[in-house]
């Protein structure tokens, strides 16, 4: 089993790649596999842990378009893979995340805004020989046209969408850190609290970034 993350480019500080890393030994005590990938030549010298750290073989990917790269056979990740983002909060166990399925499965979670028909990327379980053909490949194929699309995780919602590799996480797994919940979204900055919500993984998709957040229950676990 690997986690898997990307820290590429500088929209984050490396303490992001320190307490992600942090947070999976807390919380994944089955054996795994640590590896980052990046483009920051010396962040081996500056986070410390266990991880591998690679590059992805093509460097004409902006942001998250490098998330789809994790799906080409040239990333070679074997076996199943645990992938999340660097702007997640880990606050349960996840070993259900990484078992999710069988090694075959795609696994996802739902958007938080229930309306998009999209799955988010923050989370997902994949394995190459599954993705590189449903995903990567395809997107190779016609990828000026899904350049144009907002996201990383459009394009992949649209590529894995039917196919009988996929499965859903349940919800209860994560929550919005400013939106909470599925059922009842909270879209309006005036209506965003920033509670504890249930789940094992707080997402943090947009502004505001865990290291900005003030509430406590985030800076005990951001670390």
């Not at 890393?21 to 986070?47: A, E, G, S, W």
């Not at 995340?97 to 069988?102: E, I, K, L, R, V």
Request: with cysteine; net charge neutral; aromatic share 16%.
């Amino acid at each position: 089993m690997n986690f898997v993350c990307v820290y590429w480019g500088d929209k984050y500080k490396t303490d992001y790649v320190q307490n992600l890393y942090n947070m999976v030994q807390r919380h994944l005590t089955i054996p795994h596999k640590f590896i980052c990938f990046t483009d920051h030549v010396k962040l081996h010298k500056i986070v410390k842990g266990d991880i591998e750290f690679r590059q992805f073989k093509h460097h004409d990917y902006q942001t998250w378009w490098n998330k789809l790269q994790l799906f080409s056979e040239d990333a070679e990740l074997e076996g199943p893979n645990l992938y999340m983002d660097l702007d997640v909060v880990i606050l349960e166990n996840i070993n259900e995340m990484a078992t999710f399925g069988d090694d075959d499965t795609f696994g996802v979670i739902n958007d938080f805004n229930p309306q998009s028909g999209f799955f988010n990327s923050s989370v997902m379980k994949f394995n190459t020989k599954i993705a590189n053909s449903a995903i990567w490949v395809p997107f190779l194929q016609d990828k000026s046209n899904y350049l144009r699309h907002q996201g990383d995780q459009n394009v992949m919602s649209m590529l894995i969408k039917g196919n009988k590799h996929l499965k859903v996480m349940p919800d209860e797994w994560t929550f919005s850190y400013k939106w909470n919940n599925r059922q009842n979204p909270r879209y309006h900055k005036t209506e965003w609290t920033f509670e504890k919500g249930i789940g094992k993984v707080a997402v943090f998709h947009g502004a505001p970034n865990p290291h900005e957040s003030q509430q406590e229950w985030v800076k005990i676990n951001w670390k």
